[in-house]
């Protein structure tokens, strides 16, 4: 019997109801709609993306296996299972690219010990839609995930990388935006530069790349939407 697909299956990073239908490749809903079985962070998030990219689309057949922080081992055994036996299997984040600082990875990983084939699909990435868009170092760099979440913590991890070269991109919960920022602009030197990139392809949407003395008059709060600090 022919081993499964996993398929890596990127979706917006925005909210839903401000995605372009037109935006997303033909190929990749070709692809969704030969699916059966999807491993995906969010049920509710991945169904609607599927109605939203084929409104005929028999969600009702389909089946979707959680793959978030809490799912335990059973669960990717099932997923590696039903792709030995065949299946074809897409793996969908909340948003944006899976694997990339979401679920993703410990699928591949274990799909990658079994020689199932895995085809990742092009598409959006805040982490490197931020880089691309930033004019800050594109040949080396480095993405650290959250910064750490204790104050004093956060400004010794900001001192330290500070010191290393290179573009390093961070991302950030929503309601921390603004510790975050203010932290970069009090513990940065002067001349350092800081991209902020905020609700990336949304209709928010805001990229600025400035020094740091150049933000220090800034009397702009941080909006809640989704993040992306890059220094230099």
Do not use: W
Not at 26 to 49: D, G, L, M, Q, W
Not at 80 to 95: A, D, F, P, T, Y
Not at 167 to 174: D, G, L, N, S
């Amino acid at each position: 019997m022919n081993k499964g697909v996993l398929y890596l299956i990127p979706v917006p990073i925005h909210s839903e109801n401000e995605f372009d239908k037109n935006l997303i490749p033909p190929y990749i809903i070709e692809i969704i709609n030969n699916i059966k079985v999807f491993a995906v962070e969010n049920i509710r998030t991945s169904r609607r993306f599927i109605k939203k990219v084929n409104r005929e689309y028999d969600i009702n057949d389909t089946e979707f296996i959680v793959i978030d922080k809490r799912a335990n081992q059973s669960v990717y055994t099932e997923i590696i299972n039903k792709l030995l036996k065949g299946n074809n299997i897409g793996v969908m984040s909340e948003s944006g690219c899976p694997g990339i600082a979401d679920p993703g990875q410990k699928v591949c990983e274990l799909a990658h010990q079994n020689n199932i084939k895995i085809k990742p699909l092009i598409g959006p990435s805040s982490i490197i839609t931020a880089l691309m868009s930033s004019g800050l170092n594109g040949q080396e760099f480095k993405f650290h995930g959250y910064l750490p979440i204790d104050h004093k913590e956060r400004i010794n991890k900001i001192k330290e990388l500070s010191k290393e070269k290179g573009a390093h991109i961070f991302i950030e919960t929503p309601y921390r935006n603004q510790k975050v920022f203010n932290d970069f602009i009090t513990h940065l030197v002067p001349n350092k530069k800081i991209c902020i990139a905020t609700d990336i392809t949304g209709k928010n949407e805001q990229i600025i790349t400035k020094k740091v003395s150049e933000f220090y008059n800034n009397k702009d709060k941080l909006e809640k939407y989704p993040t992306i600090f890059i220094f230099e």
